[in-house]
């Protein structure tokens, strides 16, 4: 299985960074059998969706990616958004990073 790589510099102009990783970090598997075009990530809360994480890459189908950003203010609830090659986008709403680690999308 391919491993796709995100890294912290492109989350930072939407989080905060601080000198250590995050509980926040987490895995994101694309089981969707559809690309995955973008991937945004926002503190729950938030009028505006953060940067997309996937910059210039695209997620295919049984891809796995490690999120990894730094947080300085302790927060666990963010909201995801994911869109994808036939236009169809997924939100999920207020999920919390410090108790989950792994995000599949089926």
Do not use: H
Not at 23 to 41: E, H, K, P, S, Y
Not at 72 to 94: I, K, N, T
């Amino acid at each position: 299985m391919r491993k796709l790589r995100i890294a912290a510099a492109l989350v930072a102009a939407a989080i905060a960074t601080a000198a250590y990783a995050a509980a926040q970090d987490f895995v994101i598997v694309n089981d969707t059998g559809r690309t995955l075009m973008t991937l945004n990530v926002s503190p729950t809360g938030e009028e505006e969706w953060g940067p997309d994480l996937l910059g210039e890459q695209v997620m295919e189908e049984g891809v796995t990616a490690t999120v990894t950003f730094d947080v300085d203010d302790g927060r666990c609830l963010w909201d995801l958004r994911a869109s994808f090659e036939d236009g169809a986008v997924g939100d999920w709403r207020a999920i919390d990073l410090c108790e989950i680690s792994t995000i599949t999308l089926s």
